[in-house]
């Protein structure tokens, strides 16, 4: 990319950012939250003072703790609770996962995409995404992924929004061709959603390796090391999810899940094979618990 075209690109950003108006905005409390836990001061009663003014939220917390997903041996009747044996962290991605969820509304803009369908796709990327995560030794990369996986096509968004009918293009362009699809974004509108998802995430304040997942997953040889592992696993877990054709699958569709990808995970082909093959009934598990 020339910086002519990175520029013009940022540009193209910017201006979408500036008139998206309700999706630029996360609720206050999530924002909350997410500042309590990145700072090192914060305590579990800190997190907990700002959830229990949030009734919703504290449902859904709960909701989330007790179901499958967690798998925990007993009932969880108090989020000071949930807190105490999930940590911060885990509490803070259950708040953005409620959040982000209410932001996949909207009508259908053609066959191929919905709101509805890229929730669905996000949801399945989040699910093999953690699956994976678990398979590899690299230390501290279960924690945030299922997060990263959710918001990793957010750009998207953005394009539906502030660029229908380019965006409605790109998708009649790419539907049942060869065509790269972020090549077909940069063409038609100006930037790929990747640009936006970073624009967007920047914006929401978000974590730098959430934000790095998002802007760099389908190119995450492009990060550093300490940034590289959690967009490769989103990058091997929206491959999957587009080549079993999960809900939206055309921004990966054609693409290959390469040895050196999994090498650089240190997960085998057969531990893949085992993630995708569990995927349908993880995906069942987290979409009843989420909602949508």
């Known amino acids: 990319m020339t910086v002519d075209t990175a520029n013009n690109a940022k540009q193209v950003v910017d201006t979408a950012l500036a008139k998206i108006g309700d ?10 939250i997410i500042e309590i836990v990145e700072d090192a001061k914060s305590t579990a009663r800190d997190l907990h003072d700002v959830i229990k003014n949030d009734p919703a939220l504290s449902v859904k917390v709960l909701k989330v703790v007790n179901s499958a997903f967690y798998g925990l041996p007993g009932q969880v009747a108090s989020v000071d609770r949930a807190i105490i044996l ?24 053609s066959e191929e995409f919905s709101a509805s369908d890229l929730w669905r ?15 590899s030794p690299h230390p501290g990369m279960t924690d945030e992924i299922f997060v990263a996986g959710l918001i990793h096509d957010i750009g998207t968004l953005v394009e539906r929004q502030t660029y229908p009918d380019e965006f ?6 790419c539907h049942g061709s060869d065509i790269n699809f972020l ?14 998802g970073v624009g967007l995430t920047t ?3 978000f974590p ?13 040889e492009s990060l550093s090391v300490e940034l590289r592992n959690m967009a490769t696993l989103i990058q091997v877990a929206d491959i999957m999810s587009c080549q079993e054709k999960v809900g939206f699958y055309l921004s990966a569709q054609g693409g290959e899940i390469t040895p050196a990808m999994l090498e650089s995970l240190a997960i085998t082909q057969e531990q893949c094979d085992e993630v995708r093959e569990g995927l349908p009934e993880q995906l069942a598990d987290a979409e009843a618990t989420l909602g949508g």
Do not use: M, Y
């Open 208 to 220: 730098r390796h959430l934000r790095a997942a998002v802007g760099f997953h389908h190119n995450p």
């Open 168 to 173: 409605a293009d790109v998708i009649n362009k």
């Open 203 to 205: 914006k929401w304040k």
């Open 183 to 196: 090549e077909c974004e940069r063409e038609l509108i100006g930037a790929d959603h990747q640009a936006f």
């Open 23 to 32: 999706l630029a905005t996360l609720p206050e409390v999530t924002i909350k």
């Open 86 to 109: 999930l940590g911060l962290s885990a509490i803070k991605n259950i708040a953005i996962a409620a959040s982000i969820a209410r932001l996949f509304k909207g009508k259908r803009i």
């Open 121 to 135: 796709h996000s949801v399945a990327v989040a699910v093999a995404a953690r699956s994976l995560a678990k398979c």
